[in-house]
């Protein structure tokens, strides 16, 4: 997670069994905290700079979007690449993420 404004978390790097980190995690749960502080009901995720997903951190994106629906905050993923998507449909993860954006914000 680079970052977090105006109810947009921004992810980069790889969203990998190597890349996702203590940091990686520690950032989405800050991020949702702050967008509880902050009183909003949605928060959009911006996949624009993942390199690459696989299994490990695709389990991981899922499963924070579910803590954040737990919380009555609603996760949107936006500006999906054609890769990212790939990696969902490969290994058969694309149902997880169904009515999810692939829109450019």
């Known amino acids: 997670m680079k970052r977090f404004s105006r ?7 790889n ?3 190597t890349g996702v980190t203590d940091n990686i995690i520690k950032s989405l749960a800050v991020s949702l905290q702050q967008i509880e502080a902050d009183g909003e009901k949605k928060i959009r995720i911006d996949c624009g700079k993942i390199h690459s ?3 490990s951190g695709l389990q991981l994106l899922y499963v924070w979007m579910h803590c954040a629906r737990f919380r009555g905050v609603e996760p949107e993923l936006v500006n999906l690449s054609d890769a990212l998507q790939r990696s969902m449909q490969n290994l058969g993860l694309e149902h997880c993420f169904s009515g999810i954006s692939a829109h450019q914000i």
């Open 15 to 17: 969203l990998t069994h």
């Open 7 to 13: 109810g947009v978390a921004y992810l980069h790097g």
């Open 53 to 55: 997903a696989d299994m």
